[in-house]
């Protein structure tokens, strides 16, 4: 099995790019990969823990939580998270948070890397 | 497992979006990453800009003034310091009217690399010759 590190810097609400990048990591995992995903820029703003499910809005908290339970490792940008107030007291717990090298650092060991932009 | 290369693709105009800046402060951070690598083990990115990823790359950037945030000029001075290569389509800065010699240089701040303006066509084999490419 190989190692599949994804670049999502999309934000959770607005478009769809999130969403593909977490039901991407879930199949990637289900099929026995071994699964990064780094999120920058408006992605950081999904890791704040809390969220409330309005059905008019797209949630990740729950998502989050269960692709972690499976093993699928989530890293947010610091800086990108805290521009936004979010902060790590109060996010969703198994987060990691780290810096740009985190990315660059899981890359060096993937097989694939799928660099998802954001606006 | 070595030096992996990673080829960053600026394809956005800068301050209009956030990941065209991304993209340079992440191809920046090569400079750190070997704390969560072995021994041996490289990233070297190139970091590459082309089609409107080439408007915003000018001297004398008053982004502080007008937008409160550090100026892409900056960033890429910082670039030239942690000698990262830096590429920027020549096509592309004639279609815009942008005269190379305009791009930021940090040279007079003791840096030993300058931004390179290249032909796209060898901006095309720097991303075949990346492992991994990162479009932005």
């Excluded at chain 1, 890791?47 to 949630?59: E, V």
């Excluded at chain 2, 990453?33 to 001297?59: A, Y």
């Excluded at chain 2, 937008?67 to 310091?81: A, D, K, P, R, W």
Aim: aromatic share 6%; hydrophobic share 40%.
């Amino acid at each position: 099995m190989g190692k599949l590190t994804i670049g999502c810097f999309p934000g959770l609400v607005g478009n769809m790019s999130y969403d593909f990048a977490l039901k991407l990591a879930e199949a990637a995992k289900d099929k026995g990969h071994d699964v990064d995903v780094w999120f920058s820029g408006n992605a950081t703003g999904s890791i704040a823990a809390g969220q409330k499910h309005l059905k008019d809005y797209s949630t990740a908290e729950q998502h989050l939580t269960r692709l972690m339970e499976k093993g699928v490792k989530f890293c947010t940008c610091e800086a990108c998270s805290v521009a936004r107030g979010v902060k790590k007291d109060s996010s969703i717990e198994g987060v990691i948070w780290n810096a740009m090298h985190w990315y660059l650092g899981s890359i060096h060991g993937a097989d694939r890397v799928l660099q998802i932009g954001g606006e | 497992m070595g030096d992996v290369s990673c080829a960053f693709v600026v394809q956005k105009p800068q301050y209009k979006g956030e990941t065209s800046r991304l993209a340079i402060t992440h191809a920046i951070s090569y400079q750190t990453v070997e704390i969560l690598l072995d021994d041996g083990d490289t990233v070297t990115p190139t970091l590459n800009f082309i089609g409107e990823g080439v408007l915003g790359l000018s001297q004398s950037q008053k982004a502080m003034e007008n937008y409160g945030i550090t100026s892409t000029e900056n960033h890429m001075m910082n670039c030239c310091l942690v000698d990262l290569e830096v590429n920027v389509c020549k096509e592309d800065l004639e279609k815009y009217g942008i005269d190379p010699a305009t791009l930021p240089d940090a040279e007079e701040m003791g840096a030993d690399v300058s931004i390179n303006v290249v032909p796209m066509a060898d901006i095309k084999a720097k991303i075949d010759a990346a492992r991994h490419v990162l479009i932005f």
